[in-house]
């Protein structure tokens, strides 16, 4: 009865516009896919896809369970984005979100059926609408952009056992990352909010398990363990964040994994940025960042400058290690 099926509609449809034939089955060439290939409304179930890397302008990410959402989040030297998101529902179909490079406040996007994300996003635009083409102190600034996930509970992580960001040793490497992550949990800021986040993280041991990111920057299937750690990203990268995140009834997805690597290949980091700094990056002021995209926050684009969130680094600059309005805004939003 079954073959009897596949038969028939394998010929009504007379071989044609393969890879979707046969009643909903879909053949994937081998090798990394783009968008393209897997657009959103397919199946990874009928398309065998889970486990595959996706990419899309320079990022990646590798297909998850049904489910699960993936994220991938580059900073980047000249603010150029690289990064978007691949959600897989719990019947197989994909969806993405931010599938554009060419305008930083569509970080804002976010999830359409996420109603946290479409208020942050109108209040993002906004904000742009009122500040055109110009920056604005942190604390005057109200922009930021929501990704549709949070840390319901304790965000436990690890600290990879290879070189560490400015050869560090790994107490001092922890303290750094530990104070950043804790930038992010307890909201600090120079504009005098109070703490009302109710994030919480902490920092567990060292391990030899890695962040599952690749020396393209993009997110290989996960571990299961948060992994902050170091090693070679694609050149103007100077960090990358991988987040997955279970669909949640009602509310933004919860966190369920979210790793970390700097890029030591191509950039250099230190915990000490003086007068003597040229080239190098702020690792507090980069890890306080990633630790956003952690909790759930997204980037904010042109005219943000003042805030953590904003795309790109700035190197030898402390400005990040605190957060700005729009930053603890993002925070209380989700927390
Ligand atoms: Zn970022």
């Given at each position: 009865?079954a073959?009897a099926?596949v038969?028939?509609?394998?010929?009504?449809?007379?071989?044609?516009?393969p890879?979707?034939?046969e009643?909903?089955?879909?053949?994937l060439?081998?090798?990394?896919?783009?968008?393209?290939?897997?657009?959103?409304g397919?199946?990874?179930?009928?398309?065998?896809?889970?486990?595959?890397l996706?990419?899309h302008?320079?990022?990646?990410?590798?297909?998850?369970?049904?489910?699960?959402k993936?994220?991938?989040?580059?900073l980047?030297?000249?603010?150029?984005?690289?990064g978007?998101?691949?959600?897989?529902?719990?019947?197989?179909?994909?969806?993405?979100?931010?599938?554009?490079d060419a305008?930083?406040?569509?970080d804002?996007?976010?999830?359409?059926?996420?109603?946290?994300?479409a208020?942050?996003?109108?209040h993002?635009?906004?904000?742009?609408?009122?500040?055109?083409?110009?920056?604005r102190?942190?604390?005057?600034?109200?922009?930021?952009?929501?990704?549709?996930?949070?840390?319901?509970d304790?965000?436990?992580?690890?600290?990879?056992?290879?070189?560490?960001?400015?050869?560090?040793?790994?107490?001092?490497?922890?303290?750094?990352?530990?104070?950043?992550i804790g930038?992010?949990?307890?909201?600090r800021?120079d504009?005098?909010?109070?703490?009302?986040v109710?994030?919480?993280a902490?920092?567990?041991?060292?391990t030899?398990n890695e962040?599952?990111?690749?020396?393209?920057?993009?997110?290989?299937?996960?571990?299961?363990?948060?992994?902050?750690?170091?090693g070679?990203?694609?050149?103007?990268?100077?960090?990358?964040?991988?987040?997955?995140?279970?669909?949640?009834?009602?509310?933004?997805?919860?966190?369920r994994?979210?790793d970390v690597?700097?890029?030591?290949?191509?950039?250099?980091?230190?915990d000490h940025p003086?007068?003597?700094?040229?080239?190098s990056?702020?690792?507090r002021?980069?890890?306080t960042?990633?630790?956003?995209?952690?909790?759930?926050?997204?980037?904010?684009?042109e005219?943000?400058?003042?805030?953590?969130?904003y795309?790109?680094?700035f190197a030898?600059?402390?400005?990040?290690?605190?957060?700005g309005?729009?930053?603890?805004?993002?925070?209380?939003?989700l927390y």
């Amino acid at each position: 009865m079954a073959v009897a099926t596949v038969v028939s509609l394998a010929a009504l449809g007379g071989g044609a516009a393969p890879p979707r034939a046969e009643g909903g089955a879909c053949t994937l060439a081998p090798g990394a896919l783009t968008v393209d290939d897997l657009p959103a409304g397919s199946s990874v179930l009928d398309c065998a896809a889970v486990g595959r890397l996706v990419t899309h302008a320079g990022a990646g990410v590798t297909v998850p369970d049904p489910g699960m959402k993936v994220s991938v989040d580059a900073l980047t030297e000249d603010g150029s984005l690289h990064g978007f998101t691949l959600a897989v529902a719990a019947d197989g179909t994909v969806s993405y979100d931010d599938l554009t490079d060419a305008d930083p406040d569509a970080d804002a996007d976010a999830d359409a059926d996420d109603a946290n994300a479409a208020s942050a996003h109108a209040h993002t635009r906004a904000s742009v609408a009122a500040a055109p083409g110009r920056a604005r102190a942190a604390c005057a600034d109200d922009a930021y952009a929501t990704a549709g996930h949070k840390e319901y509970d304790t965000y436990e992580w690890f600290l990879g056992d290879g070189t560490l960001p400015g050869n560090l040793a790994p107490d001092d490497a922890r303290r750094a990352l530990e104070d950043a992550i804790g930038t992010i949990t307890a909201s600090r800021n120079d504009c005098g909010f109070g703490d009302t986040v109710t994030a919480k993280a902490r920092f567990l041991s060292r391990t030899g398990n890695e962040a599952d990111i690749d020396r393209d920057a993009r997110c290989m299937a996960r571990d299961g363990v948060s992994v902050w750690d170091a090693g070679d990203l694609s050149g103007g990268v100077v960090a990358t964040t991988c987040s997955w995140s279970r669909a949640v009834s009602g509310g933004p997805d919860s966190l369920r994994e979210a790793d970390v690597r700097f890029n030591t290949r191509d950039h250099t980091f230190t915990d000490h940025p003086g007068e003597a700094c040229s080239n190098s990056y702020d690792l507090r002021s980069v890890a306080t960042h990633e630790a956003g995209h952690v909790f759930g926050l997204a980037h904010v684009g042109e005219s943000h400058e003042s805030q953590t969130m904003y795309t790109n680094s700035f190197a030898c600059s402390t400005a990040a290690r605190t957060l700005g309005r729009g930053d603890v805004l993002g925070l209380r939003a989700l927390y």
